[in-house]
Every structure is written in C-alpha cells, then in structure tokens.
C-alpha cells in the first residue's frame, strides 16, 4: 500500500520532528515525510531535516499578511503532495480559514495532559498545581487551541524538587515514543 505523505511544521529545535522522521524508516511504517516546513529560517530542526535529505521550505511571516503567509505555507505543502499535518512544536497559531481547509488531517503534539495546561508553560503550571502526573498529548488540531480529539496520552511522574527542565526533560522523551506511534496508527485508520 502507498505510505500517507506527510508534512511537519516545526519553529525550533525539532526534536519530536526528528522522532517522527526518523520513525518512518522503519520498514513497516505507514508513512513518508515529504516536506519540514519552518516559519523560522534558522531552526535548527530545519538544517537537520535538509541534512537528512529531507526537502524543506522556510519563509518568515515578518511583514506578510497572514493569509498570504499561510496561503504559501498552503502551496508548498499541497506541492509537495502533503495529505496529512504534523505539527511539531510550531509556535504560530493556524487561522481557522487554514485549519478548515486541512480538516482532520492536522496532528499535534503537546506537553501536557490535555484537558489540563492548553497553551504554554505546562510543565511549570503542572509542578505549581501540586499534580503527581505530568505528560503529553497527542492531539487533531480544530479551531480551538490545543482543543481537538486526544488521540493518545503518556505519563510522567512528577518528582520531588522537580523543575519545568527536568520534567520537560523526561516528558520529551516519552513525546519522542508517543507521536510516532499515534501518528502512523491515525494514518492507517484513515486509509
Ligand atoms: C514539545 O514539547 C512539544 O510538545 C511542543 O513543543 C515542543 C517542541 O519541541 N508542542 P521540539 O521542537 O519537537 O524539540
């Protein structure tokens, strides 16, 4: 069967891009990513992707209009034959106009029990709220932010004398193992 094609937004480091990338190598996964896609022309994930032969498009939406920026995000990911989004850690919010026209085909990943912590910050807001759990979400992406169908969750305990880093540090880890498997088990539901 022909592997789903699919494009990831990314800003940053990359890391959970990476996993998914990586991910796709395996000879049973149902999958290819076709394009990593940047608002941020220096993320590092971006120069690790094209090193890894991944085709890549970066364009800063400083002094564009968002619906222009985002009808060129649009182009080059309906270029490159993208059917389904993985966002990974893409700091933009997507216009309800852009998420209408990828309905159900756009993940993402967040770190944090969803409902719990939309928005940034999770890590500290969960050590504040005296949680004994921590973890991550992947999640379809709807109109409302980091409001879509919970596809999958992981746990992290929280420990004593815990900080926002060393409880992202091991949240992330379990994202790396999450977002792969939730992605290509969405994909082959979807075929
Ligand atoms: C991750 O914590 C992810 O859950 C959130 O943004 C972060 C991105 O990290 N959406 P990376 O760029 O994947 O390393």
Redesign the pocket.
Known sequence: MAKSRVGIL????????ASLVEASRAPDSGYDVVLVASDKHEAP?LAWAAEQGVPTFAMSPRGIPKPEYEAAIDAALRDAGVEAIA???YMRLLSDDFVAKWRGRIL????SLLPKYKGLDTHARAIAAGDAMAG?SVHVVTEELDGGEVLGQAQVPILPGDTAETL?AR??VE?HKLYPRMLDQWLSMRR
């Open positions: 990314i800003s940053g480091r990359g890391s959970n891009m994930g966002l990974a850690g993402n990943i967040h770190p991550c992202g949240v992330i994202e």
